[in-house]
């Protein structure tokens, strides 16, 4: 450096600071270098991994991994980013289940976005804290308004709200939560008689058959009593029956038992269907009751340009539950709970005076604490902000309808193989279907067929698949939400089950033959 002609030795500001020690690993202005050659060897780690990926899974048992991982002496630390991202390979990275690849047609998990990867990586290192407004600034106002984009395209009025939540389990148990207050406050208001009277046990919950279960453990935190969940039939569809719920309401309405929500699914998780949510909209109105549509897995048709309408009636709803984190391509944690008339969010109203006391409140400031039952809580929203301001909602849209029309694709598929059997068509992305035996003695071993070529399937980490219960027996399932994955990966998968089922069944067929004679 040079000063007026004349050269000076000036210590640069990390020399002076050098951090030392834990400081070393403290984020701040003086480990910039630091933060950026660890992220960067994280980044470069996943990246070759991702791009090297053959398999879905490299097949590993539990007791192989065990002890791998109880080897680690967790009280001596490497030191060395670099080190333990070497150790990181063999306890997690080699063996952990990839999304991305085409062959993961297992759970309702998604590959995700690179912008959403983009915002991930910035949320976590500001680390803002969504409760308050003195914790996070822009960031509350962000996810405000992505509330009220997705609220807009649910079809809400002005009066709409919500907030970002963990996961559609917690936006099920939040939405159950306003819907009890609600229908308590209904049934102790006014009378005389009924104040002080507890109305817990006399409350109600309708779902469908294949309704989330998550409603049912909802119903348990919620202090309601174990015969609260009340699940109506779907119809060979696997859509709830408007007829059934007309007919448990009316049951309810004469047995003086309070339906404080009637839970439509919009993308049932074993079937991709939508519930029919117009008839749906109508009992309940008439009927006076709380319709929540969980949209879990069904909300990425919320920004399809030519699926919008399978969605229809949603608008009508008083509590909607959308998964970011499925249909949206977006890492996990990311979903949301909307509400028709936000003034419910009150029902996940207290006042802590460290934290939010009341005055604040009137002071219009906003703290998104005042509509959560979460405490401290992640900014998962910038990761949907960066997509919708990268790609865009008919980017995300586009994906999803890929997904949708590959299922239907393979569904001929499978419809047009006489050695499979389909349940129901989805209006979304899943196929349930099973490998049957051909006529004889084999056939009775199906279930036990197809259990174990899904095992077979994963222990060999050509594919991992998911199965399913229907009508006590056992299925496969695919959920498809990978846009990469395509007809001939469907048909490659489908000949591995055949195999692995077939030689199941030929191995013990004969034996079932003997059994039967002896
Ligand atoms: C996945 C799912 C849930 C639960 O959501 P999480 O994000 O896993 O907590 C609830 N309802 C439906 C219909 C789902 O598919």
């Known amino acids: 450096m040079t000063f007026w002609g004349h050269p000076v030795d000036v210590p640069s500001a990390a020399a002076v600071s050098e951090p030392a020690g834990a400081r070393l690993h403290l984020f701040n202005h003086a480990t910039m270098d630091h933060y ?165 046990p006399r409350l109600r919950v309708i779902a469908s058959e294949a309704g989330h279960f998550s409603v049912q453990k909802s119903a348990k935190l919620l202090g309601l009593g174990p015969d609260a969940v009340i699940t109506v039939e779907t119809g060979p569809d696997r859509r709830m029956r408007p007829a059934a719920l007309a007919r448990e309401l009316e049951r309810c309405r004469r047995e003086n038992l309070l339906v404080m929500a009637v839970v439509a699914t919009a993308g049932t998780t074993d079937f991709g269907t939508i519930d029919p949510l117009p008839e749906i909209a109508d009992l309940c109105a008439r009927a006076g009751t709380w319709l929540h549509v969980d949209a879990a897995y069904g909300c990425g048709l919320l920004v399809s340009r030519t699926r919008r309408h399978l969605l229809d009636g949603i608008e009508r709803a008083d509590s909607v539950t959308v998964d970011f984190h499925k249909s949206f391509f977006q890492p996990v944690s990311s979903s949301a709970l909307l509400v028709r008339d936000g003034a419910v969010l009150r029902h996940a109203t207290y006042h802590a005076d460290y934290l939010n006391p009341a005055r604040m409140a009137e002071q219009r400031i906003p703290n998104q604490v005042d509509k959560s039952i979460q405490t401290t809580r992640r900014f998962d929203a910038l990761k949907l902000w960066m997509t919708l301001r990268i790609m865009g909602p008919d980017g995300i849209g586009e994906l999803f309808d890929e997904v949708v029309d590959r299922t239907a694709a393979a569904w001929d598929l499978l419809a047009a193989d006489a050695r499979f059997e389909i349940v129901t068509k989805s209006q979304l992305s899943t196929l349930v279907f099973r490998y049957l035996p051909p006529e004889g003695p084999g056939r009775k071993l199906a279930d036990d067929a197809n259990l174990y070529a899904r095992e077979a399937l994963a222990a060999s980490g050509a594919a991992v698949v998911a199965g399913t219960k229907v009508d006590g027996r056992h299925y496969l399932k695919f959920t498809l939400l990978n846009p990469e994955t395509t007809l001939d990966d469907i048909a490659h998968v489908v000949e591995l089950i055949a195999e692995h089922a077939g030689r199941y069944v030929n191995d013990r067929a004969p034996l079932e033959t003997c059994g039967q004679a002896g």
């Open 36 to 200: 950026r050659q660890a992220l960067a060897a994280g980044i470069d780690r996943v990246a070759t991994r991702i791009a090297a990926a053959d398999r879905p899974f490299s097949g590993i048992s539990p007791s192989l991994l065990v002890p791998e991982i109880s080897a680690i002496d967790l009280e001596h630390p490497l030191r060395d980013p670099a080190a333990a991202l070497d150790e990181l390979e063999d306890v997690y990275l080699r063996d952990a289940v990839y999304f991305h690849h085409p062959r993961y047609l297992a759970h309702l998990n998604c590959p995700v976005v690179i912008p959403a990867l983009l915002g991930e990586a910035v949320l976590t290192a500001v680390n803002s804290s969504l409760d308050t407004w003195d914790q996070s600034a822009g960031g509350t106002l962000i996810e405000r308004r992505l509330i009220d984009w997705t609220a807009g395209r649910v079809g809400f009025g002005h009066q709409a709200d919500g907030v970002f939540t963990s996961g559609g389990t917690q936006s099920n148990l939040q939405a159950l939560l306003l819907a009890r207050e609600e229908a308590r406050a209904f049934a102790t208001a006014g009378s005389a008689a009924s104040a002080g009277h507890e109305p817990l």
